[in-house]
C-alpha cells in the first residue's frame, strides 16, 4: 500500500521483476455493496452509540506490553475520544482479553472481533495508532493521521506512550484544519494511487501477462524473460539465500554463547532498538 514498502522490496528483487498493482484488500471499498457492508458494521457493534466525535482505532500485532495496556487503557478512560480496539488473530492473548474487559466497561471503547475484515473498520476512524503493524500505511488511503509507538514509517507520526495520549489529541485538532485536497494529495504522496479499486485485477491481468496465457489456446507459454533458470533471476536470489544463512548463522552461535553473554547482548540491542524520535509535525 505504501511507496516505503516498495522501496524496501526494490532493494532486493530486480526492478522488472517488481510490478506495482496497488492493494488488494483495499478494493472492498470501492465495491457496488460497500455502503450495505458499511451500515451491517456499524449496527453489529453499535457505533452510532459511541459519545465522542472522534474515534481512534487501535490496532495492535505482536508487540506488547504492561506500558502498552496501560497506555491505552489511559486513553480510553481520559473518556474524549471512542475507541476501536482490533487486534490481529495472532495477538497476545493476556492483551486482548484484558483490552476486551475495558472495552466491556468504557461507553465510548468498542472490541471488534480481530477476525473482521480490517477495511470494513476503517472508514470509522480520525487516527490509527498502532505499533509496526502494517495498518498504519494501509490506513493512509483514507488522507488521515496514523501514531506509531514503535515504527518509523513515512508519513506516520512518531512518538512514546508516555506522550501517546497528547500525541493522538494534538494531531486530532490538526487534521481537523486538513482540507478534503490536503487529503488527496497526502494520499498522492505517501499512498500508492491510481490503483484504488482496482488492484485485485491489475494483479490477475500482470499475472495472467508474465506467463502469457493465452485465452484462445487455454494454455500457458512461459516467457523467456522470466526463465526461473536465467541468471538474472538466480541473482535476485541471493539476498534472501544470505539473509537465510545469516539466520542460520547467529541461530547456531547464540546456542554456543555462554548465557550471562548473551543477556548481556540482548540488554544492549534492546536499548539501543527503544530510542523512539518525537513525532515531528507533518509537512503541509
Known amino acids: 500500500p505504501n511507496y516505503g514498502w516498495y522501496n524496501i522490496m526494490r532493494s532486493f528483487i530486480p526492478r522488472q521483476y517488481l510490478h506495482v498493482t496497488g492493494w488488494a484488500a483495499s478494493d472492498i471499498l470501492f465495491s457496488a455493496d460497500y455502503n450495505s457492508r458499511h451500515k451491517a458494521f456499524s449496527a453489529k457493534y453499535k457505533l452510532t452509540e459511541l459519545p465522542n466525535q472522534k474515534t481512534a482505532l487501535f490496532t495492535p500485532s505482536w508487540l506488547h506490553s ?19 480496539i482490533k487486534g490481529i488473530p495472532g495477538a497476545d492473548p493476556a492483551l486482548m482479553q484484558r483490552l476486551y474487559e475495558v472495552a466491556r466497561i468504557n461507553k465510548n471503547a468498542r472490541w471488534i472481533n480481530p477476525a473482521e475484515n480490517f477495511f470494513d473498520v476503517v472508514p470509522f476512524g480520525d487516527v490509527l495508532i498502532s505499533d509496526q503493524s502494517s495498518t498504519l500505511v494501509e490506513f493512509m488511503i483514507t488522507g488521515k493521521p496514523s501514531v506509531s509507538y514503535q515504527a518509523d514509517f513515512p508519513g506516520v507520526y512518531k512518538t512514546s506512550l508516555e506522550e501517546l495520549g497528547d500525541v493522538v489529541k494534538n494531531v486530532l485538532a490538526r487534521d481537523s484544519n486538513v482540507s478534503s485536497a490536503g487529503r488527496k494529495e497526502f494520499c498522492r504522496k505517501h499512498y500508492i494511487s491510481g490503483q484504488w479499486g482496482k488492484a485485485t485485477v491489475n494483479s490477475v491481468e500482470i499475472i495472467l501477462s508474465i506467463v502469457n496465457l493465452s485465452t484462445k489456446k487455454g494454455v500457458f507459454e512461459k516467457s523467456p524473460e522470466y526463465d526461473l533458470n536465467s541468471p538474472s533471476m538466480w541473482w535476485s536470489r541471493c539476498p534472501r539465500v544470505v539473509y537465510r544463512w545469516k539466520r542460520m548463522f547467529f541461530y547456531y552461535l547464540g546456542k554456543l554463547l555462554p548465557q550471562c553473554f548473551k543477556k548481556a547482548l540482548a540488554t544492549r540491542i534492546l536499548k539501543r532498538k527503544m530510542v523512539i524520535q518525537k513525532w515531528p509535525p507533518l509537512e503541509d
Request: proline share 0%; charged share 10%; glycine share 10%.
Open 66 to 84: 504492561q506500558k502498552v495496556l496501560g497506555a491505552i487503557v489511559s486513553l480510553i478512560e481520559a473518556g474524549h475520544i471512542n475507541v476501536l
